[in-house]
């Protein structure tokens, strides 16, 4: 496999209008300067980055009980203009005092000196670093997993374990498996405790491919291929078992600046199903992780996978698996009432015999 260059929080630069900001300075002023669309640079310690951020949130009266479309609208605007306050890096440090050491500055930086980058991703890089220092156990095997920066991890598990529950109970072939979206590489790992031969994973994010090949090397995993690219990646060799958790949500517009982990555009589903049509042996099983997510949040959505069975003549279903979804922490700034509906959803499908 040729070098992967990893993906990193994009360098503040060029010709910006920039206000120095320190804790006792005018707020009002900080707040009028990033809502006409320039830069507040923070000076003197990390926690000022957290107060004017608070700040920020308080001033775009920031609600979560509303209408989901109108919520993430409210998400995109208060990231836009957060993201221009910004803080100073010299030789992979953050230059502010009191400031968290943040490893990943080193190694997707090396090639810098001194810089600026966007205070909330410099949160999401400090956050990404101490769950890659500390790593995650995950319910359905021993060790943990130690998420490369950038890519998708589980904050909760009950896909997990009906995919473990699944493959305790197959009865398909197991000389090979595909994991679409490989992620920080659970599935696949799974495939690999329950006795699949020949594992091919693939991912479009390079950050993934990254911390999947450090894994690999940590467990000493040798029978897991690893492949860069969309969906399949132009693979053209037939499974025994193909496995996607692809995102639960669709996006509504652009999607260029919302989570692919989360969201998915309107020509995911029919490109994925007539992938793996041709990639699926006879008797193989083609199983997805999904969720009724998509029709608590939108009512007028039609089931991708449903909609799949009924249209598309491929599939049918050979089983569907469901779990109700743990309760959330009332701290969460996510709609209760959805988390106590929802219901995460294993479809086996197998191919049509019409």
């Known amino acids: 496999m040729d070098k992967i260059i990893a993906q990193r929080p994009e360098i503040i630069q060029g010709e910006i209008e920039v206000l120095p900001f320190k804790q006792n300075d005018d707020l009002e002023e900080a707040l009028e ?3 006409n669309g320039h830069y507040v640079l923070i000076l003197d310690f ?3 980055g957290l107060f004017l951020l608070n700040e920020l949130k308080a001033y775009l009266k920031w609600e979560q009980k509303q209408k989901f479309q109108e919520e993430r609208a409210k998400r995109r605007n208060f990231r836009e203009i957060s993201h221009r306050i910004i803080l100073e890096v010299a030789h992979q440090r953050l230059r502010v005092k009191k400031a968290p050491k943040i490893g990943w500055l080193g190694i997707l930086y090396s090639d810098q000196s ?3 980058l966007s205070f909330p991703e410099i949160q999401g890089m400090n ?3 101490q769950w890659y220092k500390k790593g995650i156990q995950i319910p359905t095997f021993s060790h ?4 490369w920066y950038g890519t998708y991890f589980p904050t909760r598990f009950e896909h997990i374990e009906l995919f473990d529950e699944f493959l305790s109970n197959t009865q398909s072939d197991k000389e090979s498996a595909f994991d679409v979206g490989v992620g920080s590489g659970i599935l696949s790992f799974q495939l690999q405790k329950h006795g699949f031969k020949n594992i091919q994973a693939s991912d479009q994010n390079p950050n993934a491919i ?3 090949k450090e894994e690999l090397r940590r467990l000493n995993i040798q029978n897991i291929d690893l492949i860069l690219g969309d969906l399949f990646a132009e693979n053209e060799y037939t499974q025994d078992l193909i496995v996607f958790n692809p995102p ?3 996006s509504k517009g652009n999607i260029e600046n919302l989570d692919t982990a989360i969201y998915y555009n309107q020509d995911l589903f029919n490109r994925f199903f007539e992938q793996a049509f041709d990639r699926l042996k006879p008797n193989g099983k083609l199983v997805l992780l999904f ?3 998509v029709l608590l949040t939108h009512p007028n959505e039609r089931h991708p996978i449903e909609e799949e069975l009924k249209t598309g003549g491929r599939f049918d279903k050979d089983s569907l698996l469901k779990k109700p979804v743990a309760q959330a922490s009332k701290k969460t700034k996510r709609n209760l009432n959805r988390r106590g509906q929802e219901l995460v959803e294993l479809w086996s499908l197998k191919k049509s015999l019409k």
């Open 144 to 147: 943990k997993i130690y998420p």
């Open 210 to 212: 990254i911390g999947m």
């Open 114 to 116: 001194e810089f600026a």
């Open 248 to 250: 639960w949500l669709p």
């Open 33 to 35: 300067v990033l809502l």
């Open 291 to 293: 969720s009724n997510l």
């Open 46 to 48: 990390y926690s000022t």
């Open 127 to 129: 956050s990404s670093w």
